[in-house]
């Protein structure tokens, strides 16, 4: 059987170089926002879902709180298990797949860590597992990004160079999904590879029944990594704060 693409391509070390020299401040300033706004109390226990090579999880577990961090790449959390300490620690999970059920006060599913799979079925399996893992009460926080906003930003053609690897990337979008085509050149490669991305168009009505369905409630939408409102045609991103009912 074949696998994902994004099974191949998150275990890639050009995918980890294209995406994870993005600013460490930046992502802490979010986190810490996220935080004053949520106030969590200082034993809460928080999962952090597709957490990559686990920086927004240290994050988290520097500021007291118990962490857990989960991702389908091998090579994210071989990398992540270097920044385990008592109250910090990582695992290969498929987000597919249930996990600790009714065990955290928080879930973070960040920086577009969704929509990636094949099926609206897989999509709902995924937040089925978010909001089991959740006690009653608990609170998800899910950052997506605006599809009104990317369909009128799209940036179709790109070429980046990072640390001498040269990247193609050529973007586009349907009715129901928007693509990245992404060529990799490096002295590594006895040739170029290619990967495609593909992340399905979810609005903001798309989660809220989604979210209904999963006995979650949203408290709160904000539009950017600032916390300010949402706003539809606008806001870069699609921040939602929800509260799990039962």
């Known amino acids: 059987m074949k696998k994902n693409w994004f099974i191949y391509w998150f275990n890639s070390p050009f995918y980890h170089k294209l995406y994870f020299k993005r600013d460490e401040d930046e992502a802490e300033m979010f986190i810490t926002q996220l935080i004053e706004h949520l106030n969590p109390e200082k034993k809460s226990s928080m999962l952090d879902v597709a957490c990559g090579k686990g920086r927004h999880s240290k994050t988290l577990a520097q500021q007291g709180f118990s962490v857990t961090g989960i991702d389908i790449s091998e090579d994210s959390i071989a990398f992540a298990k270097q920044l385990e300490n008592e109250n910090l620690e ?5 987000m597919r797949l249930p996990f600790r059920i009714n065990y955290y006060d928080f879930v973070f599913n960040i920086f577009t860590s969704f929509g990636y799979f094949n099926s609206r079925r897989e999509n709902e399996d995924a937040l089925h597992t978010i909001t089991s893992s959740l006690k009653p009460g608990g609170i998800l926080i899910l950052d997506y ?44 490669l006895k040739e170029p590879m290619e990967h495609i991305e593909k992340v399905e168009k979810i609005s903001l009505g798309d989660f809220t029944d989604m979210f209904s369905y999963q006995h979650l409630q949203v408290q709160e939408v904000f539009g950017n990594y600032q916390l300010h409102d949402f706003d539809v045609k606008a806001s870069p991103r699609l921040i939602l704060i929800a509260k799990k009912l039962k």
């Open 90 to 94: 990582f695992y290969q999970h498929d």
């Open 145 to 188: 990004l605006n599809i009104h906003y990317v369909e009128n930003k799209l940036v179709y053609n790109e070429e980046k160079i990072i640390d001498k690897t040269h990247y193609e990337i050529h973007r586009w979008h349907d009715t129901t999904h928007f693509y990245k085509r992404i060529r990799v050149t490096d002295s590594s």
